[in-house]
């Protein structure tokens, strides 16, 4: 029997590792001899490059940069020296967790922190850089994290532009004369569950703004200046992608690395899939087991079990979920390649007593899925 467990983590619980060890022990009560081979997985955010330099045998390096708001931060990303490859987490330097909700600003919260470490991974000898962008404080378009990199940015009195979104309305010109001239050697790959455009109704402003403390009076203004922006950069590169899939993810942090840097737009768990190498583990196997926290419609949108599940259905493996909730939904992923799903608790409970017993938890859903497998195979 070979079993792979592929979960997400379960935010304000476990890590996808710890989530992937509470359910091999409890296949294991069932299940001694099954060979059982543990995956941790992310989407693109938070927990994005524990999983995979967990998988990778990769390091951690840590490098003090400004926060959302200026403060410094200690803010850790991920390197695998074979490959040559960095894995930054943008929610480290630049995210939401970092500033307490009383202090949310969209207005002029910045990414800069995010591009000092883009430039600490050029210093190691980077080839390749992943930015894993959820989570994400900003909605500055990425010119903070450009500005850190050499971007200078000028209003119409050739003085410099102050940090955030709402600045880049009075953007005049644009200077590349000193971006890192090592950006052109390397490749860039975004890693994200958000394929939203960088303007409009469902641009970066408009959907995540008010979640980072952006009025609805806001929201218009910073909407506006994110265009704005877009028209001086499309002017300065010759090339437009505003309109891109995924340019509105993180503020329009995608957008910028997709102008600026020309990465490469993928889902976050296409790409933790491939560094875990989550696919060729799967060949053989009988079962695969995944996870999140929340476990609904929009698990489509790319998120982990989604496409733990289109891996698995690619090679005719069966793949059961075991969530912290079902939510609304959840059955329209019946038709992607899930065949079961369970939720953790077993009868009432809190938030915080869910989040608190979860290793219990589920190893106990683990065990009730391998005794419910043995009776089906008798």
């Given at each position: 029997m070979k079993i792979i467990i592929a979960p997400d983590s379960f935010k304000d619980s476990l890590s996808a590792q710890g989530v992937a060890d509470a359910i091999a022990r409890g296949l294991a009560q069932v299940w001694p001899d099954a060979r059982l081979i543990k995956?941790?997985?992310?989407?693109?955010?938070?927990?994005?490059v524990e999983?995979?330099?967990?998988?990778?045998?990769?390091?951690?390096?840590?490098?003090?940069?400004?926060?959302?708001?200026?403060?410094?931060?200690?803010?850790?990303?991920?390197?695998l020296?074979?490959?040559?490859?960095?894995i930054i987490e943008m929610a480290e330097a630049s995210g939401l967790q970092l500033v307490p909700p009383g202090q949310r600003d969209a207005c002029i919260s910045s990414t800069y922190g995010t591009g000092e470490l883009i430039r600490a991974a050029l210093d190691e000898g980077a080839g390749r850089v992943i930015l894993a962008i959820g989570g994400s404080a900003t909605n500055d378009g990425g010119a903070g994290a450009m500005q850190a990199l050499g971007v200078v940015l000028l209003d119409e009195?050739?003085?410099?532009l102050p940090p955030g979104g709402l600045a880049l309305a009075r953007l005049s010109r644009i200077d590349l004369s000193a971006l890192d001239r090592r950006l052109a050697q390397?490749?860039?790959?975004?890693?994200a569950d958000v394929d939203?455009?960088?303007?409009?109704?469902?641009?970066?402003?408009?959907v995540f703004g008010p979640q980072k403390g952006a009025s609805a009076e806001q929201v218009q203004q910073l909407d506006q200046a994110l265009g704005h922006f877009a028209e001086r950069c499309a002017q300065a590169l010759n090339k437009d992608v505003r309109d891109e899939p995924g340019s509105g993810a993180a503020g329009g942090l995608g957008f910028a690395a997709k102008a600026f840097l020309g990465a490469q737009f993928r889902t976050g768990v296409d790409v933790v899939a491939q560094l875990t190498g989550l696919a060729e583990a799967i060949n053989g196997a009988d079962l695969v087991i995944t996870g999140e926290g929340r476990f609904d419609a929009q698990t489509l949108r790319g998120k982990t079990p989604f496409g733990v599940a289109r891996i698995a259905?690619?090679?005719?493996?069966?793949?059961?979920?075991?969530?912290?909730?079902?939510?609304?939904?959840?059955?329209?992923?019946?038709?992607h390649g899930i065949d079961a799903a369970f939720a953790l608790v077993n009868g009432p409970m809190t938030l915080q007593e869910a989040?608190?017993?979860?290793p219990r938890l589920l190893a106990e859903r683990a065990q009730d899925i391998a005794r419910l497998w043995r009776i089906a195979a008798r």
């Open positions: 995956c941790p997985m992310a989407d693109g955010g938070e927990g994005t999983s995979v330099l967990a998988a990778c045998n990769g390091q951690w390096r840590r490098n003090r940069v400004q926060g959302p708001l200026g403060v410094a931060v200690e803010a850790r990303w991920g390197w020296s074979e490959s040559r490859t960095a009195h050739e003085n410099p390397v490749s860039f790959e975004i890693a939203n455009p960088l303007c409009g109704p469902h641009g970066a402003s408009a259905r690619e090679r005719g493996v069966p793949v059961v979920v075991i969530a912290g909730t079902l939510g609304e939904g959840y059955t329209a992923l019946y038709e989040c608190a017993e979860a």
